[in-house]
């Protein structure tokens, strides 16, 4: 007769396995504690990591105010007619983003200021540098905008382009 298991007179505990078993549980409990307390890579040393992309850097040449109050990257500007009916696009969450006028000689110019942020379709103060965000690609937006933005897409939202983590 041949017995599937033995008698459990000759299984005894092993209390190294229980230990090196307890210590390592332990020890991933540690770092999903730390990883809620001080972010993701608390324990990666910062040489290690990438240099993280400045989104608050001062704006380009080609978006400092120059007076001429040309359409510039990134911006775009209500058309001519009821600048209350601005045309707008409802997103999944219930967001709005502007569409892109599509006949540029419908534009009028909006003044000094005519940057303007194309998720929210509001102005922009370029003088507020905590006020706005500028992407890889030079795409400006309000920060606020920006980051619930990539909430939901890690790209630009004017022309794809893949943003960096923050």
């Known amino acids: 007769m041949v017995v599937a298991f033995p008698s459990t007179s000759t299984l005894l505990p092993n209390y190294s396995l229980v230990f090196w078993l307890t210590l390592w549980v332990g020890l991933q409990a540690g770092v999903l504690i730390g990883q809620?307390?001080?972010?993701?890579?608390?324990?990666?040393?910062?040489?290690?990591?990438?240099?993280k992309f400045?989104?608050?850097?001062?704006?380009?040449?080609?978006?400092?105010?120059?007076?001429?109050?040309?359409?510039e990257?990134?911006?775009?500007?209500?058309?001519?007619e009821d600048e209350e009916k601005a045309p707008l696009m409802k997103m999944n969450n219930g967001a709005t983003i502007c569409e892109i006028p599509s006949d540029e000689g419908d534009l009028k110019k909006r003044g000094d200021n005519d940057l303007e942020c194309v998720i929210c379709c509001e102005e922009i103060n370029r003088d507020?540098?905590?006020?706005?965000m500028?992407?890889?690609?030079?795409?400006?937006?309000?920060s606020a905008c920006l980051l619930q933005w990539m909430e939901q897409k890690m790209e630009c939202p004017v022309c794809r382009a893949e943003l960096p983590a923050l």
């Not at 809620?36 to 240099?51: A, E, S």
């Not at 990257?73 to 001519?80: K, L, N, Q, S, T």
């Not at 507020?128 to 706005?132: E, R």
């Open 73 to 80: 990257m990134g911006a775009i500007e209500m058309p001519v």
């Open 128 to 132: 507020d540098s905590a006020n706005y």
């Open 134 to 142: 500028l992407g890889p690609c030079d795409h400006i937006f309000h």
């Open 54 to 71: 400045d989104y608050n850097r001062p704006l380009p040449p080609s978006m400092r105010r120059q007076g001429g109050g040309d359409i």
């Open 36 to 51: 809620m307390k001080w972010g993701t890579r608390w324990f990666i040393p910062p040489k290690f990591l990438p240099p």
